[in-house]
Nanobody, 126 residues
Framework: QVQLVESGGGLAQAGDSLRLSCAAS????????LAWFRQAPGKEREFVTA??????????YFADSVKGRFTISRDNAKNTVYLQMNSLKPEDTAVYYC?????????????????WGQGTQVTVSS
């Protein structure tokens, strides 16, 4: 069982940066693929970025909408995954969720993830 707790959301202006953190419980953090998804009001949840588990090399993947602006990283010693968001845009406004899954399955499909955080709100004004 893994529990995920996000933090770091808040208000930002267009062009600003924010860093989200997601702290996980459990001793086997490094075995999980980790991802960030987001859901804007009235829209479906969408994939933002993911990073594979340590044995898969910790490779990262990004949605086209955030490529070049967002980065994902993980600190296995701290059981934490980070989402660095730069050059924020109003369309980045959403609740951001971190998620974890065991090996296997597409990284960009939310249904493949076993564990979810409660979400943190990010609001970007123009």
């Amino acid at each position: 069982q893994v529990q995920l707790v996000e933090s770091g959301g808040g208000l930002a202006q267009a062009g600003d940066s924010l860093r989200l953190s997601c702290a996980a419980s459990g001793r086997t953090f490094n075995r999980y693929d980790l991802a960030w998804f987001r859901q804007a009001p009235g829209k479906e949840r969408e994939f933002v970025t993911a990073i594979t588990n340590s044995w898969s090399g910790g490779s990262s993947y990004f949605a086209d909408s955030v490529k070049g602006r967002f980065t994902i990283s993980r600190d296995n010693a701290k059981n934490t995954v980070y989402l660095q968001m730069n050059s924020l845009k109003p369309e980045d406004t959403a609740v951001y969720y971190c998620a974890a899954k065991d090996y296997g399955g597409r990284l960009d499909v939310g249904e493949n993830y076993n564990y979810w955080g409660q979400g943190t709100q990010v609001t970007v004004s123009s």
